[in-house]
């Protein structure tokens, strides 16, 4: 069975990069996969953004901060809130090239580090 890999991504007004992200995250080959989107407080359109994606799709799971706290905190927040056995970073200005980035990175892992 596959292992489960979180993929967080927290973002702070990036209306015009964040859909591109999630939909690189959803076009992946490897099938088991949690998105956690933390809004850092966005003050534009990309909190709706975040909750068309996380109403829509079982696997994305929305989190608001209470206050702007900065991508490092966002991080943690989103790695407390993962299930995952493996964790991945995204920024919400950057995206996934290849449909098989996560499966490759699962694989490689699973062959040079011991992962139970």
Known sequence: MQKLVSVIIPFYN??????RSIQSIL???YTRLEVILIDDCSTDCSTSIAL????????????????????SCSRNIGAKLSCGELISFLDSDDYYISN?????????????FSVS
Do not use: A, H, P, W
């Open 14 to 19: 990036s209306s015009l990069t964040l859909e």
């Open 27 to 29: 076009s992946q080959d």
């Open 52 to 71: 068309k994606y996380s109403s829509r799709y079982r696997n994305i799971k929305f989190y608001q901060n209470k206050t702007n706290l900065g991508v």
């Open 100 to 112: 098989s980035k996560i499966s490759n990175s699962v694989s490689l892992i699973e062959k040079y």
